[in-house]
């Protein structure tokens, strides 16, 4: 009896798992995967100046490539119009320029403008010759600086897409962004006829379609990087305030991985906020993350933190009843640097000399009155 009931039983088992399959074979023609479920309909890349992105609501992306670029770059103005723009995707190809073709080519263009400068001098057009000469200069100085080491070039280009929902949306503001970037003299031009290529570029391939490149030295290439908007904190800790360049909340664990040391210090002008931040800092890690804290208060300002926190508040002076007892020696625990090991000790040879210091300090002070 059992021996049927059992064989049944398995039969049913077997009936059920192979719905469960077909139910199953049935989802997988439905299965998508994330690149399916984020593609849009479809990519219209026939225009010339700009190309449209098929999905509920069409978008019209527009691409461009920096054309030129001003003598001088300042750090960190440099692209920061661009790249805090608004619906814009930017991408920055940079490529090490090797020693040897950097002193070729810089040998080359030293030798074509001092052509050009005698040119100009024969021709007696003394303002031609003084703007070659100070080129040549530069030149020269850039070349003596990568041969000994100091300076780099770079080749690099840089592209940008707009994107807006309407034809006259993304005129605007291709318009605007030119119009931003020419105040720091950068020409930014529409890929014309290029537009499919330089948007695959601007994608997160690292594929430089474009053949639009620019020479950077080293001190030029570092002002393109966005360090400006970099995002401080952990991914875990305290809560301390908010990034006002991307409105995510900071939070800050002073005893985090990412961290080599606990050491912290705080920097900024009067009234900044350092001590409102130290105590923030101090009063919400009690709370949250159970740590103490110890300040050593000259100016008596961290003793409402410490009371309210339910801390104490120990008053040093020479007429308060709390004496620090120099003498007073305790057991320490200190980390065997090799093994890791863990041993309380008393040292008293240590001890010996943090008094002698002590009291000797004591006793200079007291001569010197
Ligand atoms: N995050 C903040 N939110 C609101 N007000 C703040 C903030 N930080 C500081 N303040 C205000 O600024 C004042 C000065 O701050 P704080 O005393 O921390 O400056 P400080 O940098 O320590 O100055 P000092 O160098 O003079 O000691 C505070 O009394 C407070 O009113
Ligand atoms: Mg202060």
Redesign the pocket.
Known sequence: MFGIKKQETINELEVDSKKMQETKSIFKTEEKDIKHLIAPGGIDASYTNHIEIASNRTRYARSMVVAALPRMCTFPEFLRGMYTFGDVNVSVFINPVSESTSQTDLNRTINELESERVVAQERGDINRERIIAQKRAEAEELRDAIAAGFNKLFDSTIISTVFAYSMDELDKYTELLTNEMSKNLIDLKPAWAMQDEAFRSNMPFCENKLNKSHTFDRRAMSTVFPFFNSEVGHEDGIPL?FNKQTGLPILYNNFSSKLTNYNMIVF??????????I??LSARSSILMGIESLALDAEGEYGVVAESLGGVNVVISPTSKTIINVFDIEPEVVKDEITGKERTIVSVENKVEDVTQGLLTMARRKYRK
């Open positions: 305030g900024g002008k009067s009234g900044a906020g350092k001590s409102v931040t105590k923030t």
